[in-house]
């Protein structure tokens, strides 16, 4: 038999904690080794307990889980998974560290406990022996340097004629949401339009979307369905929708819609990336980023032999090395890159496509 999996819990709600410790220790996969009522109750029996992995609440009295993850992470790299009601606070959680995150069943349902008892268990198992990145207190700002001026000028001079016709599009699951931000928050300004499926569920992706903006240069938004994709726009797909990318005259769209799961997600990165192979073919790159399972393997590789450069994260920077392991192991990747290099991969190959279309650098 496997060695049992050590789980901790931490959260101040007597009735809710009573009832995961009880029902996750029916599983024989884990070892309940004890919980916390709050951070400070953590912080104490962390060390002394040696848990594989973390579940933790994010509102807390004393000090939330996103002061806790801080102080915890530097000093015991556990994996933590958040398990909160929906809150805007889950995506500034993740930013401190903590790998994946579910949303708190509806008590009063019993299909949605079984529900979320069965997601919750299958990311502790998996996610139990994951490597825990420490997240950089950098400012955004240190984390997004710029081009020089005359390089910056040249590029944007070059590119002016591609710009319209060429889509960047990026998927991504476990670990993506901060893999994402440190791509995007080093573009220049200057970009083609960007579409990005990242595996939220409804109502997460508006408040991420939001936090992006507020880091980038570029302007991003939650895509809504007949929406222009625009140079200098990133448009991130819809918890709980596929997007897809269609053409709209001389550019193109996307296309937000409900649907079957598609390789287990909704929305999904194949969905996507297949999307963008049949739209714009060599007019494109695609980066898979982080991420456990398969899904955006095949779609990538679909993007690849219809002629668009394809780009998979490296082990080495992945929280999870899953979903672009999968499509190297395919064919699917032209080029594998670190996550603070993936930015500059793409901006080299976007001044090759413009030379081949008649810039000039």
Known sequence: MDKKIRLMIVDDSAVYRSWLMNSLSKNDRFEIVGYAVDAFDAQRKIPLLKPDIVTLDIEMPGMSGIDFLKKLLPLHPVPVILVSSLSIKVIDALAAGAVDYVKKPDMGSAGEKEAFLTRLSSKLMFASNFHVRIPESAKPSAVRPLLSQEKGRALSSARSAIDNKIIIAIGASTGGTEAILEILTRFPANMPGIVITQHMPEGFTSMYAERLNRQCRLTVKEAQGGERIEPNHVLLAPGGKHMRVVRMG??????????????????????????????????????????????GAAGLLRMRKNGAYTIGQDRESCVVYGMPMEAHKIGAVCVQASLNSIHQVVLNQLTQLAIKSGGTL
């Open 250 to 295: 001389n550019g193109y769209a996307v296309q937000c819609a409900d649907g079957e799961k598609v390789s287990g997600h909704r929305p999904s990165v194949d969905v996507l990336f297949d999307s963008v192979a049949y739209t714009a073919k060599e007019n494109a790159i695609g980066v898979l980023l982080t991420g456990m399972g398969a899904d």
